[in-house]
């Protein structure tokens, strides 16, 4: 009825095709449905669209990228559904929180670090943010 935090939990599915996707060989103390199959780190891990695979992408953009180096951050005025902050001098990150595209008008010209979603594009000042996505720039 009331699981607290434990509601919002899942056990982490290694393994996709293994008894409680590799998590334990005996019975989990929070439940795992079948759905996070789909999730499993083997799958994850050989599919360059993943979730996983973004994470490790930005892990490597953060270690060599001096300005995501420190934690301050700047926050820059941008649209209705959007945030947006810049770190150090040269990165700006914008995330669309809409089901809708949004257009964005930015400071400078700027290329794609990373993005979360394939159909953002940058061009100009202009950036079209996809809906629901989150952008790395470099300026």
Known sequence: KDLGRDGARVPIPWDSEKNNFGFTSGTPWLPIDKIYKNFSINLENNDVDSFLNLYKKSLAIRKTNENLQGNIITFIDSPIGTVAFRRG???????????????????????????????????????????????????
């Open 89 to 139: 001098e040269n990165v700006s990150v914008y995330a669309n929180t809409l089901d809708r595209e949004i257009k964005v008008k930015i400071q400078s010209k700027a290329s794609i670090l990373i993005s979360s979603n394939p159909n953002i594009l940058c061009k100009d000042d202009l950036l079209y943010l996809a809906p629901n996505s989150t952008v790395w720039l470099e300026h």
